[in-house]
């Protein structure tokens, strides 16, 4: 597709969204149960469903069709701006979150730690507008972000003013992200303006991170800006100390930014890889990221009961994430054996114990290359690999591959896919196919566990000499 055909595409799937997102997106007052079939039959239901369906295949496709090409930065940059600009002004799309930042926010405001009460203890002024599943547990997210929703729900007081100062530092990480990805796409040989067409102009980044202001947004400017930072000063204390900050700065908003930490601290090394020159050169990157995530728990008052939140993630049971499916599909084949037991806290437990070994060695490996494409695929493997899979995950690693490496193929498909996951008024789309999902999952699961296993028998096979 020409470059101008595909902007123009890509404007009017955004414009058909924002239809849907005002039509029956996420809605203070909407339905906290709805399922497909209640959204079709309720008012507007088919424009609505109509409306997401095209509004997403449009940007979808104009964001595939220029996959690999070498685009100028500016013309990106353009029309990226294009395509948010219609939804900076409509409810949000695609998720409920936003209200739980602002009830959270007023929680922290009013003196109770949301790592230990629920939001209805206070209760929140804006409880209703909140799913039920989420209103009595602890918050999940970081020390900063609690601190930063606190300050919103206190600037602001209302819920319309909160929604409106999440979306903008939900903008805020992406003018970020614009800035840092061209810095690692220097460092590792990749065109500027292609790595910036695959991490900003996704449908997810569009739909979940801008219209659903989730704070996925600020983690990843963060998380690429102190990358940057790191990738750009490598061996000289005072950016290395900085860019961990930044790298603490974005745990703190969601923890799972650690994991990049180990890799980062393998791009601050200057001259080949050494213990001594890991300890000399990363340390301060280590030093910076740890540092900043006890300092602003310590300034917030907080502790670290957002890791009993992480726990919350596995009441939601969706074949999106494989280790997930994989359970639910055992479960599936033993009905027939008479037998009722749930095996999702198994496969769990393995998805989680493959992680950690998938982590050990992809930092193993990237201790004689460039350490920074590893990180991408670590993000990669952690949400790949957790219990919890939600579509706007996916950026996180999308856009560290999208800066550092040419093959990136495979995760712009899985962000093509998970597009289509949720409608635009947040029902996820996995909870009404497990039947069919799971069992599709776990094939994929075997295919690929099948796939590695013969890439790396090959790998060990001697080569023959003529």
């Known amino acids: 597709m020409p470059h101008h055909l595909a902007r123009w595409t890509g ?10 997102a005002a039509l029956g997106g996420a809605l203070p007052h909407g339905d906290l149960r709805p399922t497909p079939l209640s959204i079709w039959q309720g008012p507007n239901g088919p424009l609505i469903i109509l409306g997401w369906l095209v509004g997403t295949g449009l940007l979808a496709y104009a964001w595939w069709s220029l996959r690999d090409a070498d685009l100028p930065v500016r013309w990106v940059l353009v029309t990226v701006a294009l395509w948010l600009l219609p939804l900076l002004f409509t409810p949000p799309l695609g998720s409920r979150d936003v209200y ?35 209103r009595d547990t602890p918050a999940p997210y970081g020390p900063l972000f609690v601190v930063l929703s606190g300050a919103v729900v206190s600037a602001t007081g209302s819920l319309i003013g909160s929604i409106a100062l999440f979306r903008l530092l939900a903008v805020a990480g992406v003018a970020l992200t614009a800035a840092a990805v061209p810095v690692l ?48 000063r490598p061996g ?18 969601k923890v799972t930014a650690l994991v990049v930490v180990p890799f980062a601290a393998l791009a601050a090394i200057v001259g080949g890889y050494s213990v001594r020159a890991l300890i000399r050169h990363g340390g301060w990157v ?11 728990t310590v300034a917030a ?5 957002w890791i009993s939140g992480l726990e919350q993630g596995n009441l939601v049971i969706a074949w999106t994430s494989p280790s997930t499916a994989v359970g639910q599909t055992v479960g599936y084949l033993g009905l027939p054996f008479g037998w009722h037991g749930d095996a999702l806290p198994v496969t769990r437990a393995i998805g989680m114990a493959v992680l950690a070994v998938l982590l050990v060695g992809l930092w193993w490996r990237a201790r004689t290359r460039e350490p920074l494409p590893y ?30 490496t040419p093959r990136v193929r495979w995760a712009v498909l899985v962000a093509l896919v998970s597009s289509f996951l949720v409608l635009a008024d947040g029902t996820g789309l996995p909870r ?10 776990t094939l994929l699961v075997i295919v690929v566990v099948v796939r590695l296993v013969r890439s790396a028998r090959a790998a060990r096979r001697p080569v023959a000499v003529e």
Not at 11 to 20: D, E, I
Not at 301 to 305: A, K, P, S, V
């Open 375 to 404: 990180a991408g695929l670590a993000l990669a493997a952690t949400v790949a690999l957790a219990p919890l899979f939600h579509p706007w995950y996916w950026t996180w690693p999308l856009t560290v591959l999208a800066a550092t």
């Open 301 to 305: 008052g907080l502790d670290f009961g």
């Open 185 to 232: 796409a220097r460092r590792c040989g990749v065109p500027a303006g292609r790595a910036l067409w695959l991490a900003l102009a996704s449908p997810l980044v569009a739909v979940h991170l801008v219209s659903g202001a989730h704070n996925d947004a600020i983690m990843v400017g963060l998380l690429v800006a102190g990358l940057a930072v790191v990738a750009s």
């Open 432 to 441: 009404y196919t497990k039947t069919v999902g799971a069992p599709l999952m």
């Open 100 to 134: 739980a930042y602002a009830c959270q926010g007023a929680s922290y405001a009013g003196g109770i730690n949301p790592y230990e009460q629920g939001v209805s203890a206070l209760p929140c002024p804006w409880l209703d507008t909140m799913s039920y599943i989420w």
């Open 236 to 253: 000289r204390p005072g950016p290395l100390l900085t860019g961990g900050v930044l790298l603490g700065l974005s745990a703190a908003i």
């Open 286 to 296: 280590v030093g910076g990221a740890v540092g900043v995530m006890v300092a602003v």
């Open 11 to 20: 404007l009017a799937g955004s414009a058909l969204l924002a239809v849907a």
